[in-house]
């Protein structure tokens, strides 16, 4: 009696064992393949950068030379690899000015938004502080354009850069806000204690304290800058020549990498591959120091303010 | 309540203090100025086109800079900014949507540094793609997928109808999906972590496989941020100018509208960065371009606000949840 008893539970129990795993198996089995795709999708993101580094590599090594980096482009189809000299000394320049125009009105702007934001208005300023991050920038050169050379009646250095100063600015202005936030509000307090305005308390003692990040932040935005090429098309419109002065065309790395992707020599090739490995190095070690200085835990995009973000919660 | 005093000084202040605060608030109104300032101009400077055109511009399809026989219409190069903004997000959304998993769930030692080469794509400028794309990629992705594509289907689907040549809509799709990758998978896993750690460890507990947490407690709690996360990589593939100029062609007027995958064409940036600096200077030309580049902004526009509000409404609930 007990016996049969004991017969039906075990059978019950082998019945809902097999149950269980025929029910868990298939979800198991999905749980694999999902595994498995996930991986595949970060694979298949992760080729077209090894891909692109090493061709880059491959391709442009044998371009490099101090000649490469110091000499005018000089006349096409000579056989020698043209240089990209005035391309690296215009892209220096541009950066610098941009900066000059972007920094200040972007901390400036950071400021605004993180010691005298709250109302309606700041939320609107932040929200398309956010917004133009992302715009198209060839509409922003065409803006320079319409804007400066257009006006002045020839192409410009300063369109160029004012076309790249509002790229910057929002990068900047948010990276800025965050770092602010980031100082304790006791901080203030003990600044205001001491009887000191408001604008010495926010220029000497709190800007120090975020200095780091703000600084990240504008190394960010260098690196964004750097590569532009759009932009640059039609307030630059770049030369084969060294600086010449603030109203003629001007040189820039990512200007140069397109004429030469433009022209039908294997020599331009080259240097083409050449100067897109030393634009790409410049950039990549901007972003992988701005890493290792600011923060080895977080993994967030480029924008610092992302990575601020994350860092305080 | 000791920070809004602070934030706002009541006219009390010391002068320098007011100027200060004048500063900041103009250096803030600064982006809305310029935006501002920047529809007006374009739209200014492309009245000629839109007088002599008028509205019909935007589904005009002829496109000839000719002086007597000028005639000019954006709708190819609108069409042609759409399809490959659409190959480009077909191939980007589940890719990245991969990536944000993969981040989140694998281990933190090989899912970070994953994670961060994803990231490095973001900074890899434009023109570098496009050399890239022009002399290394478009001849492997000729051989290897578009001609078999071609040969397989060629005759029956109208798709994959055209002579594959490597520099077409599909190649510039496929590059532009390349370089939108980084910013969605960057937003989405960003909104992902916005779920409740509470809320995916219920699902664990009711016995959920990894994917069927993602399936149950992620997705539908961060839908609106993933939609918004897309919608981003929508708005970089929209206003993308180097890469997609140097592969996909540059036809211009009837011929840039594409008849299969595999036929040149031209979106509204390209067709800007390429003939913005040949056009003459005050030419109907010119305002043809400027017009473009301001129906291009608008769209632009439209994007980036409707997805910056789907994330920041995302995060926002992150902020009003419980923290952990």
Redesign the interface.
Known sequence: MSSTLLQNSRDKRAEYRAMFKANVKN??L??KI??G??????L???I??L??LG??VYGGVGALSWEFFTQEPGAVGSGVPPAIGPAIQGTLIIIGLSSLIGV??GV??G???A????GW??K??R??????M??????LG??A???IV?IIGHFSIWAGAFALS?IM??IV?RATEEALKMVP?SV??AG?ALGL???IV?LRIIIPAAKKAILTGILLSI?RI?????PL??TI?GSSQFFGGFDSPMDAL?LR??R??LQPYDEA?LS??GA?LV??LI??AI?IAV?CWFSRKN????FIS?ILK?RS? | MLKREFGKSRGRGPLSDKIFKIAATVAGAYVLAVILVMILQLGWESGPVWQKEGIEFIWGTDWNPVEGRESYGALPYIIGTLVTSAIAMIIAVPLSLGVAMFVLTAPKRIGEPMGYMVELIAAVPSVVFGLWGLFVFRFYFKDLIEQPLHNAFGDSIFLFSGNPFGLDILSAGIILAIMIIPTISAVSRETMLAVPQQQKEAAYMLGSTTWEMFRLAVFPYAKAGLIGASIMGLGRAVGETMAVTMIIGNATGLAAIPDSLFDAGQTMPSIIANEFIEASPASIHVSALIAVGLVLFLIAMAINVVAHFLVTRMLKIREGAVNN
């Open positions: 979800r198991l999905v749980d999902m595994i795709i996930v991986i595949t999708c970060t298949l993101a992760i077209p950068l891909w692109i061709t880059l200040p009105i400036m702007s400021i605004y938004l010691e005298f934001g709250g208005f700041s609107q300023v929200f398309f502080t956010d917004v133009f992302e715009f198209p920038s060839i509409v065409v803006f354009f319409l804007a257009l509002l600015f929002p202005a509000y203030r307090e205001t305005r408001k604008w926010t690196s750097s590569g532009e090429t759009a098309i039609m419109l990512p990498i397109w030469f992707s090739r083409g591959w897109a634009l790409v950039i990549l972003h890493r993994t967030d995009k480029g992302r994350q919660v």
